[in-house]
């Protein structure tokens, strides 16, 4: 098999669960597209990364003190084509990053996010959105490292999973001694729209350190019914009131996209998929 | 001003680490070979299959590599502990016959007092050999069977033939071989059809012996429309070399029976506790599990159930409290394996002193399980921060139907909580107690009344310090 592990969760569990590592392609790793960021001391950034063909990419962020940075990556892939990515962030004294992920792209893709909050009263919040459909494959492996004082890191997670589709989610939040009143908090909503889908969560919090608050939660569910029949009450197709359900659902994470026409080409993109299904 | 920390005090272990002279019959070598397992079944005098298993299992212990997750275990060297340690006793059914230094150990543990007032039968098992049991009248006439596992063996050897080790095959993990390979001792319960065992049954476990194993196997079916609640205790004297338990507890559970397995464990922190348990649950059958892991320098326990009917259910209810020198790795998994099937898993976990307390669960929703609910709950309190406390939860969801939800909170004793129990007249000392009482009061209140009390004096709180 042609196969490497490309990211792992930090304490293993049972092997049977399949969870403990993220296996691509080796051809996907072959050749990286490295993007070194550094956001000088402060300064507020914006950017936005878009992967839209077959590639491996890498991007390496340092946020310096009392600097913030808004990331808004969005994995727009062809659905007959692999993909991976990883980004790699250190936030110093009180540095923010806000990082807005959409992967709703490629055939099979595995992503990596790890974020080190280094510096005292640093800051981070995440927002995911995953959407599956087909025969597609999902991997995402999400790591939070809480180091410094009084830190705070928020990692949102809204997903919606159709057809065949199979999906692993792992976020971690590892509070390390030292991390004095860091405050660490964890969600992920799945919608669950077909008989075929295997959805895998894996939620790990780790802490060696007393003084601090750790949360997480996971739900998944079918859409709910209630909200369906209302809207087809309002006339409706059963289709359009999942269409509408879903947007919902995304919309927390949705909205934080600034570039109007990049969300609505992704809502575009998740209604043209849950039309075909 | 520094502000001081809550103390918890340590569990006080005096009562369980009351040294008996080692007065056993007959011991293995240390070690783990051919030679020694025949040996064994020979003692045992096991019918010609069990020793074909043990061998098997020998087999594929040798083949299997120790797991590649959770606790270190390097420290545990096969080649010095000793598999089979038999008492100079006889099983018998009558206290005044077991040996004075031994029925004072179990004096000591409350045992035979318990029998009296609260229980309908017990078993207790001294190193490798159950040296008593004994069942109520009224139960052996509506055809319970409670014995141990080797009278089991002789007597209803087509049951045990066709339950033994099927649940938790020798393959499933390399202690499990181990188990297959070296068993010895345990309690076999059969609850006929119909009958409900309206007062528990309760085996106690007890390893006397330096650098020992205890292997014993707990087999317990529960036939339809039948219910019992069956209690599981264990502990150790402290000793400087490694003691190891890797018992089994296998339990049916068929179609609209009930059963619920109570354990306080508590052995020595020189043990490495490496137990397997696991439940198969039928059509709107039961499996309640409440599970105090308190005890052992190193734990790997997670018991799983298998929900196989439809509308079968599965309460798990669990404390795990870690302190200086302690790994405890528990938890639950969840198999739902058909329709309609629920499950709720409640847990909270203390660590203390150093000590590392893991919470692993794994919940599995197979396709063949439409409508399944499943809600998980884990809470952990740290006491100071040179402990650790990890929450591992896996969930695996196969379909559109099911509803899965899991919580999990980490975190110390708020001084908000406590400012606001001082702003209402309460001490502050009597705040903080009542905060880590309540914290573990949610599984205090399942166990039975005598654990619930042995629970408060294992989690004995002693609180210094003022506000800071």
């Known amino acids: 098999m042609n196969k490497e592990i490309f990211s792992e969760i930090p304490m293993r569990t049972w092997n049977w669960l399949g969870v403990n590592e993220a296996v691509v392609d080796r051809d996907l ?48 892939m062809p659905q007959d084509c692999g993909h991976v990515n990883e980004i790699n962030v250190v936030l110093e004294k009180k540095a923010k990053l806000q990082l807005v992920a959409v992967e709703t792209g490629a055939k099979s893709f595995a992503s990596k996010v790890n974020i080190i909050l280094k510096g005292d009263k ?110 087809m009450s309002r006339g409706l197709s059963p289709a359009e009131a999942r269409k509408l359900v879903l947007e919902a659902a995304f919309n927390p994470v949705l909205e934080l996209i600034d570039d109007e026409a990049l969300r609505q080409e992704i809502d575009s993109y998740i209604k043209e998929r849950l039309e075909n299904e | 001003m520094a502000q001081e920390k809550t103390y918890i005090e340590d569990i006080e272990r005096t009562l369980y680490d009351i040294k008996n002279v080692d007065k056993s019959k007959y011991k293995s070598q240390s070690g783990l070979t051919e030679d020694i397992i025949r040996d064994i079944s020979a003692r045992k005098n096991d019918p010609e299959w069990m020793l074909e298993f043990r061998l098997k299992s020998l087999e594929v212990y040798n083949q299997l590599s120790l797991p590649n997750w959770g606790p270190d275990l390097s420290e545990l060297n096969m080649d010095e502990i000793v598999t089979y340690v038999q008492p100079d006793a006889k099983m018998t059914g009558s206290w005044d016959e077991v040996p004075e230094d031994i029925k004072d150990t179990f004096d000591r543990l409350g045992i035979p007092e318990a029998e009296q007032t609260s229980l309908a039968g017990v078993g207790a098992q001294y190193d490798s050999e159950v040296v008593y049991h004994s069942i109520q009248e009224d139960l052996v006439k509506q055809g319970v069977i409670y014995t141990d596992m080797e009278t ?42 119909g009958v409900h065992v309206e007062i528990p049954l309760q085996s106690y476990f007890r390893l006397n012996a330096a650098g020992a194993g205890q292997f014993e196997h707990t087999l317990i079916i529960v036939e339809k429309n039948a219910s019992l609640h069956f209690i599981e205790g264990c502990s150790a004297p402290k000793y400087n070399v490694t003691n190891l338990h890797a018992g089994c507890v296998e339990l049916f559970v068929n179609d609209g029976a009930r ?6 464990e508590n052995w020595s922190r020189n043990m490495m506790n490496l137990n397997t348990k696991r439940a198969v649950v039928g059509k709107d059958g039961v499996i309640e599990w409440v599970s105090g892991s308190f005890g052992s320098h190193v734990s790997m326990l997670y018991p799983c159930s298998v929900l196989k009917g439809e509308n079968a259910k599965c309460e798990f209810t669990g404390v795990t409290f870690a302190s200086k020198g302690q790994n405890l790795d528990t938890g639950a998994s969840v198999i739902h394996c058909a329709p309609h099937t629920s499950a709720n898993i409640s847990t909270r976990t203390i660590s203390k002193a150093g000590g590392k307390a893991t919470y692993r669960s794994a919940v599995k929703v197979t396709k063949n399980a439409p409508y399944a609910k499943c809600s998980v709950n884990c809470e952990s309190l740290m006491l100071d921060d040179i402990s650790r406390s990890d929450t591992l939860p896996t969930m695996d969801i196969e379909g559109d139907e099911a509803d ?28 903080r107690s009542m905060i880590v009482r309540g914290f573990v009061e949610p599984i205090a209140k399942e166990l039975p009344l005598e654990y619930a009390v042995e629970m408060n004096n294992l989690v004995n709180i002693e609180l210094e310090g003022t506000m800071g």
């Open chain 2, 152 to 193: 089991a063996l002789h007597e209803h050897e087509e049951i045990v033939r066709d339950h033994f080790m099927k649940l938790v095959p020798p393959k499933d993990h390399k202690f499990a071989a181990l188990h297959g390979a070296v068993w010895s001792g345990g309690s076999f319960v059969y609850v006929p059809e």
């Open chain 2, 259 to 264: 059963l619920r397995y109570s354990t306080i």
């Open chain 1, 29 to 76: 790793l072959v050749e990286s597209q490295n993007l070194d960021i550094k956001i000088e001391a402060d300064h507020q950034e914006k950017m936005i990364v878009e992967y839209r063909k077959e590639s491996y990419g890498i991007v390496n962020i340092n946020i310096g003190e009392n600097a913030s940075l808004k990331l808004t990556q969005l994995q727009l």
């Open chain 1, 122 to 231: 640093s800051q981070a919040d995440v927002s995911l959105l995953y959407f599956g459909d087909g025969d597609r494959s999902l991997d995402m492996n999400y790591v939070l490292e809480f180091q410094g004082r009084k830190t705070v890191g928020n990692l949102e997670v809204y997903g919606g999973l159709m057809g065949a589709s199979q999906k692993i989610f792992r976020g971690t939040l590892d509070f390390k001694q030292g991390s004095k009143q860091a405050k660490g908090y964890e969600k992920e909503n799945v919608v669950v729209l077909s008989k075929g889908v295997r959805n895998r969560s894996v939620p790990i919090m780790l802490s060696g350190e007393d003084d601090v608050v750790g949360n997480h939660a996971v739900s998944s569910g079918k859409i709910n019914e209630d909200k369906l029949h209302y809207l």
């Open chain 2, 404 to 431: 899965i939800g899991h919580e999990a909170t980490i975190g110390r004793i708020s001084d908000e909580a406590i400012f606001y129990l001082m702003s209402r007249g309460i001490s502050e000392d009597e705040a």
